[in-house]
């Protein structure tokens, strides 16, 4: 997983699905999700019958780095954007911290396609 963000009512992840359709890991990971998502829900004494909405989201290929940036920046900026922080640092259900250099406690991510040192120096997260 190279960036992520949870929204109030949608998700946003950049990933390589390597060695596996995107079908096949796309599945995996939403089931896993609802699984936990439902069982929070209930836990907390309300009812749930669905996590996800209906409809099966919007995926696409990414090509070159130009479209990896471009990517990794609206999924962090996103929060900003939709007016729920200031910074896109500020919210706190997203990876930009990590790709900011402050990794304790944070979901680690894959660094940029290419070299493998690139993150230390990557200045295309926000």
Same mark, same amino acid.
């Given at each position: 997983?190279?960036?992520?963000?949870?929204?109030?009512?949608?998700?946003?992840? &950049?990933? #390589?699905? *390597?060695?596996?359709?995107? *079908?096949?890991? !796309?599945? $995996?990971?939403?089931?896993?999700? $609802?699984?936990?998502? &439902? $069982?929070?829900?209930?836990?907390?004494?309300?009812?749930?019958?669905? @996590?996800?909405?209906?409809?099966?989201? @919007?995926? #696409? /290929?990414?090509?070159?780095?130009?479209? @990896?940036? +471009? !990517?990794?920046?609206?999924?962090?900026? /996103?929060?900003?954007?939709?007016? &729920?922080?200031?910074?896109?640092?500020?919210?706190?259900? *997203? *990876?930009?911290?990590?790709?900011?250099?402050? #990794?304790?406690?944070?979901?680690?991510?894959?660094?940029?396609?290419?070299?493998?040192?690139?993150? +230390?120096?990557?200045?295309? @997260?926000?």
């Amino acid at each position: 997983m190279y960036a992520w963000v949870i929204m109030p009512e949608h998700v946003h992840l &950049l990933v #390589r699905a *390597s060695g596996a359709p995107w *079908s096949v890991v !796309a599945r $995996a990971v939403k089931t896993q999700v $609802a699984r936990q998502g &439902l $069982a929070a829900i209930r836990d907390a004494g309300r009812a749930a019958d669905r @996590f996800w909405q209906h409809g099966g989201g @919007f995926d #696409r /290929n990414v090509r070159d780095m130009t479209e @990896f940036t +471009k !990517a990794v920046r609206y999924i962090h900026r /996103n929060p900003v954007e939709r007016g &729920l922080a200031t910074r896109p640092q500020d919210w706190q259900w *997203s *990876s930009v911290r990590w790709w900011m250099g402050l #990794r304790e406690g944070e979901f680690e991510c894959d660094p940029p396609p290419g070299d493998p040192e690139a993150w +230390k120096r990557w200045k295309g @997260f926000v």
